[in-house]
């Protein structure tokens, strides 16, 4: 039984032989296929993505129960939704549009090799829900300096001026818009769910979104991680408070995570 369960966890890489005509990818690509979703297909990745930020590794899938409990509170929404994907990586979150074709999707990703992947990802799985925008979310638009670690922990990258999970390895200028600014100039009609994991910046971005949370709504997961709030200057208090003050309750998503619902749709709020 245990070799058995042991064997789900392996992922299958093969050569890339035209999964999908015309698409510009390699045809000597790499793929490994994953299983993002419990009961769903598998998805198709780059090898490439096994080796940026330790999210895929080995068959294994960094928080894959808090992927699929965001997918179960996707499979609730009747009809079509928006989705916001804020540190996209390559595409944990993003992938499982692939599962709600009348969905749309924002993804955001500063690191350009990274986006590179994801749009790979998300083309050898035929996605075409997902837009694809290589800039990083905060409280104000302009430019900011992203600290990174070896390409192997990208995933830890943070605009906080003092890393404290890392060694820092490059620093990049990298451009940052606020949410209200990009809904204004996309004219994103209604956004109704928003992940955010961007290793402590998730303060900033809800400042920067703050008009557009008030107007539209949306259920939001986000980390919550004392250590990365602490590299980028800010407290869990100040999280909290600033939820209070747009009606949101706060509740465990996982040990780094949270799920902040509006206070007028708590009370239904339910991800089983």
């Known amino acids: ?63 894959k129960a808090l ?10 929404q009747e009809g079509a939704f928006t989705v916001l994907d804020i540190g996209a990586q390559t595409g944990s979150f993003s992938l499982m549009s ?6 749309k999707w924002y993804a955001f990703e500063p690191i350009t090799e990274v986006v590179t992947e994801l749009k790979k990802n998300l083309t050898l799985n035929e996605i075409g829900n997902v837009q694809v925008y290589s800039v990083g979310l905060n409280s104000f638009t302009g430019k900011t300096t ?36 990009f809904v204004n100039k996309h004219q994103v009609e209604k956004i109704d769910f928003i992940k955010i994991d961007t290793e402590g910046a998730e303060y900033f971005i809800l400042i920067g979104g703050k008009n557009t949370i008030k107007k539209d709504r949306p259920i939001i997961l986000m980390e ?9 200057g800010v407290g869990a208090p100040d999280i909290n408070k600033l939820l209070e003050s747009m009606a949101y309750i ?15 749709r708590f009370a239904t709020f339910s991800v089983d």
């Open 146 to 181: 992203l600290s990174l670690p070896d390409k192997s922990a990208w995933g830890l990258a943070t605009i906080g001026k003092t890393p404290l999970r890392f060694q820092t390895v490059e620093t990049r200028t990298i451009d940052c818009i606020t949410l209200d600014d």
């Open 250 to 264: 706060s509740v465990r998503a996982s040990a780094d995570d949270v799920w902040a619902i509006p206070k007028e």
């Open 67 to 76: 992927i699929n409990s965001f997918y179960k509170m996707l499979k609730k």
């Open 1 to 63: 039984m245990l070799k058995r369960s042991l064997a789900l966890f392996v992922s299958t890489c093969v050569m890339y032989t035209g999964i999908c005509a015309n698409t510009g990818i390699d045809a000597s690509t790499a793929i490994c296929r994953y299983n993002l979703i419990h009961g769903e297909k598998d998805v198709i990745l780059t090898q490439g993505s096994e080796k940026i930020g330790c999210t895929w590794q080995n068959g294994q899938i960094h928080d």
């Open 98 to 103: 692939k599962f709600f074709p009348q969905s």
């Open 224 to 232: 919550f991680n004392y250590q990365n709030m602490q590299q980028c």
